[in-house]
């Protein structure tokens, strides 16, 4: 074999295919930035085709979009969370009453409950429209849950805590190994099933899976989390650099005084009796005092990055298709109120809201915008 062929079968190195696959995955930021966008959307309606229409949506960029990295199965597990709290919901309602209605489905048996305990019921009649209010609501939690679920299959946990100011990098390894925890069981699970069937165990037991299944995916937690904290021991984790007193002392009033005017700003939004203009007010300076903060504060902390995760064109693009699920909400809001939030009483089936649908539907362009190269596979 020449030399030139020689060249041209040498596979390149592991750095630059690590560059290589950031370069062609959009960046975590704005995975999470369009999963929150799409939960505020799921959470500003009560309308069952748009919630579904969310659900599907997120399953498609998933789909379409995800790696074949551990946390890339997080999706499902949390589709079956969902699942799950709709049934809970459901069944709370049934158990202890809710919104009634006059189409009775059964009749359970009742107890009396006192005074201090009015608006709640143990049994009783269980109505069409009580358990259709339950339904949607239940179903409103798990589309949050799926968006959230959706984040977690899509952004890389590792390029995330790369991204974080370096003021904000203690809190930020916390937050990211506390959302690592799913697909690190995820992965857990799988590994310890396909062991078991290797070794013949198919049995599904409770107390067989209590053997062979728990206890393992807890030795396995237990081990990363060891592994973890003699990685970030080793790397001289938490080190800072000398900062006078007063600058210490005036980063911290700057980082308090901005993330109260958040909250204090926050507050006034959702209030009806500030003034909107007062309340954006009070929202801008407590940003612009916690962004001085944090700016102000990584200087004290020795944190460099080797070849920085950018922020490109595209990943504006995915964040900007989570917005236009908020504005087609937002807009359903001013011109179709009713439809975003149904009546359940009278049954009835209900309208789709066309800018709410619009507006998911534009969500889903990450698929074409960041296609992954095992786009497509289940």
């Known amino acids: 074999m020449t030399g030139r062929a020689a060249m041209r079968t040498t596979k390149p190195p592991p750095e630059a295919r690590a560059a290589a696959n950031r370069r062609a995955a959009a960046h975590p930021v704005a995975w999470w930035g369009w999963a929150l966008l799409l939960a505020t959307a799921a959470g500003g309606t009560g309308n069952p085709w748009v919630l579904l229409l969310i659900v599907a949506v997120a399953g498609l960029v998933v789909t379409w979009c995800r790696g074949d990295e551990p946390w890339s199965g997080a999706y499902r597990v949390f589709l079956y969370i969902g699942l799950g709290a709709v049934a809970v919901r459901m069944a709370f309602y049934i158990v202890f009453g809710g919104a009634d209605g006059p189409t009775v489905l059964l009749t359970l048996p009742s107890v009396t409950l ?8 143990l049994g009783g009649n269980v109505t069409a429209e009580g358990t259709l209010a339950a339904a949607y609501d239940g179903l409103r939690l798990a589309t949050l849950l799926v968006c959230i679920g959706a984040a977690n299959a899509l952004a890389s946990p590792r390029r995330l805590l790369r991204s974080v100011p370096a003021a904000l990098y203690e809190v930020s390894v916390a937050v990211v190994v506390a959302l690592s925890v799913a697909p690190q069981l995820v992965e857990s699970v799988g590994r310890v099933r396909r062991a078991r069937a290797l070794r013949g165990n198919t049995s599904r037991s409770p107390a067989n899976l209590m053997r062979t299944v728990v206890s393992p995916v807890l030795h396995d937690a237990l081990e990363r989390s060891l592994a973890l904290a003699a990685a970030m021991a080793s790397r001289g984790y938490g080190r800072a650099a000398d900062v006078p007193a007063p600058a210490r002392r005036a980063t911290n009033a700057f980082l308090l005084t901005g993330l109260v005017g958040l909250c204090a700003g926050a507050y006034a939004l959702l209030g009806a009796a500030t003034p909107a203009p007062l309340a954006w007010t009070v929202v801008a300076c407590g940003a612009a005092a916690a962004v001085f903060g944090i700016t102000f504060a990584s200087k004290r902390v020795p944190h460099t990055r080797y070849r ?43 309208d789709l809201p066309l800018w709410a649908a619009a507006g998911v539907v534009i969500a889903a362009a990450p698929a074409l915008l960041a296609p992954s190269s095992r786009g497509g596979t289940p």
Request: glycine share 10%.
């Open 308 to 350: 920085p995760d950018r922020f490109g064109p595209r990943d504006w693009a995915v964040v900007a298709a989570g917005a236009a699920a908020v504005a087609g909400t937002v807009l359903s809001g001013v011109f179709e109120p009713s439809a975003l939030w149904p009546a359940t009483n009278p049954l009835s089936v209900p």
């Open 114 to 121: 006192p005074d201090w305990a009015a608006g709640f019921r």
